[in-house]
């Protein structure tokens, strides 16, 4: 699972009647990807250790909502795991989303360096947390790896007694990766157990593009209450395979572009719509220099731009001094816009990332929800060149759409396919909220800020006919792992300056004009009310293109 969750209260009833998740299936079938490598071939091989992915589950214990509120979690045994491949550890998920997870079972392949076998059984079993009684039985059992090993995941079972050694395997530490828990499933309290008990996904400590960890997909739990990002007693497995044969090659990655991207929606009033990187150019976006007044045009391709380096403040962009000018970059043009995409493994190459990203000359100013008024900033929240982005998380076990991560300011948001929007076959849709330009799964008006308040800036987003349908206008950019000189980077994308100037903004005017308006039961002093709202309002160091942001090489933050 990728998406962000918060903690959840459950009381334990033994109760089956409600109906089990169904399994989750794309709008259209899969096509015949192109041939070459062992993308989408349902196993991966780690080095030492083949993997494939396990959806088939038995149900070995549910926990329904306080009072029927809701329909709970279920635990699971995985089914139907092929000849000579063993399970790691079993699955929990919850039982108001379609049954979509899966978990990772392995066999040992030849490539073995050391005497120690990859794969050992464990030594036994520690209890972590059970219930027993007339009404229900449920035992969690923590593995208890052999010396120099490392256990995988947590048994679940309806019998006291201990489970049979040959029920999983551990893996050899050399062989792992650390890990750490994420997403807080559940917290689980029941009169016929002493002590509450938590459930946590876990996912790689370390999820960066050049990361080794792979994701097993089994859960960890505890009676003690653990923190997020808490390093835990189970392990994931680790890629030593570095040719990472199961990425897409060339071929592939146009047909997974033209099968899954995007309809981007820009919202119906939109002001300052999305250009090519060439049209901005071509059309007055002019170079400056620290020192210098006088900025220089740019050549259309970007050839004059400095490459490399860090962003020291010695040039940025912006736009010309001619006042129609101007205004003609700052509307965009649209019929121009494509997506410029980077692909890059994820979670130790068990995924592909598609960061699409989006070019808009000009970011709008911000419009403020106070309470029921609805405040539009002359300036604050406006920059020149703005970046924005949002992910395709492809599982390179079948080529299927796993997840989207939706860019939105300082922060975003992974959604699950099964809770997306679809407007042709398996091709998502996104929409991109006015004037500021974050990417959202679904239309409505988001708050960014304190919301509960009724108090942050608004984010409309709404379908209309501003449309870019990025599996048709697109352009690769950037894919290191198939090597260098395969793609070849636009002059442009090894900018590492900003793309806009520095502004520091008048706030506080605006701010006063704000606390005026206030109602009486709010009661915020200035100070205050600069906290609450987000950094960018308050002025805008010119934004920096797609290479200089943390997720090009690191995992993306929820």
């Not at 079972?157 to 029920?167: C, F, G, I, L, R």
Request: overall charge negative; some cysteine; hydrophobic content about 35%.
């Amino acid at each position: 699972m990728f998406g962000c969750k918060s903690s959840l209260c459950w009381d334990c009833v033994p109760e089956f009647t409600d109906p089990d998740p169904l399994p989750f299936s794309l709008p259209s079938p899969l096509p015949q990807w192109p041939q070459g490598g062992s993308f989408a071939s349902g196993r991966i091989c780690l080095g030492e250790i083949e993997v494939l992915k396990v959806d088939k589950f038995e149900k070995v214990w549910r926990c329904t909502g306080l009072r029927g509120k809701s329909l709970g979690f279920t635990f699971y045994r995985p089914l139907e795991i092929p000849e000579g491949f063993l399970c790691l550890g079993h699955y929990c998920q919850s039982n108001d989303q379609p049954l979509r997870g899966y978990v990772l079972v392995a066999r040992e392949t030849n490539a073995s360096v050391l005497e120690s076998p990859a794969l050992e059984k464990p030594l036994g079993y520690s209890l972590v947390w059970s219930i027993d009684s007339h009404d229900e039985c449920v035992y969690f059992w923590l593995p208890n790896p052999p010396t120099g090993y490392k256990a995988m995941g947590i048994v679940v079972t309806s019998s006291p007694n201990e489970p049979e050694v040959e029920e999983v395997r551990c893996t050899r530490a050399d062989l792992t990766e650390t890990c750490e828990t994420s997403d807080l499933l559940l917290t689980v309290k029941s009169k016929y157990a002493k002590k509450a008990f938590q459930v946590w996904n876990t996912e790689p400590c370390d999820r960066g593009m050049l990361a080794s960890g792979v994701s097993v997909g089994t859960f960890f739990c505890g009676s003690a209450y653990f923190d997020s990002e808490e390093v835990v007693d189970i392990a994931c497995l680790k890629n030593l395979d570095s040719s990472l044969h199961a990425m897409p090659n060339q071929n592939q990655i146009h047909a997974l572009i033209q099968h899954y991207g995007p309809t981007v929606y820009f919202h119906p009033d939109e002001k300052y719509l999305p250009s090519s990187v060439q049209w901005f150019f071509k059309n007055g976006a002019v170079l400056y220099t620290a020192g210098s007044s006088k900025g220089k045009a740019i050549e259309y391709k970007g050839t004059n731009l400095p490459s490399g380096g860090t962003n020291d403040g010695a040039f940025w962009i912006d736009l010309p001094t001619d006042e129609d000018a101007r205004n003609n970059l700052k509307k965009g043009n649209i019929e121009s816009a494509e997506l410029y995409v980077h692909v890059k493994p994820a979670l130790g190459g068990a995924f592909t990332d598609i960061v699409m990203w989006v070019f808009c000359p000009f970011n709008g100013p911000a419009t403020l929800k106070v309470a029921l008024m609805n405040i539009e900033m002359s300036k604050v929240g406006e920059h020149v060149g703005d970046w924005e982005h949002f992910t395709l998380r492809i599982s390179n076990f079948t080529g299927e759409l796993w997840s989207v991560f939706f860019s939105q300011h300082s922060g975003g948001q992974w959604v699950n396919a099964f809770d997306l929007e679809f407007i042709k076959g398996n091709k998502p849709i996104v929409y991109s909220s006015k004037d500021g330009h974050a990417s959202f799964p679904h239309p409505g008006t988001y708050l960014q800020g304190p919301s509960k308040l009724g108090i942050g800036v608004r984010n409309d987003a709404a379908q209309s006919k501003f449309i870019v349908d990025s599996s048709i206008k697109y352009q690769v950019v950037a894919a290191e792992y198939l090597g260098e000189g395969v793609i070849t980077e636009p002059c442009w994308l090894l900018y590492m300056r900003e793309w806009g100037p520095t502004i520091v903004y008048d706030s506080r005017s605006e701010i006063d004009k704000i606390i005026d308006m206030l109602p009486p039961f709010v009661r915020f002093s200035v100070e205050n009310l600069f906290e609450l709202f987000p950094t960018e309002l308050y002025g805008e160091e010119g934004p920096t293109g797609p290479k200089e942001k943390d997720n090009w090489l690191g995992d993306e933050y929820c």
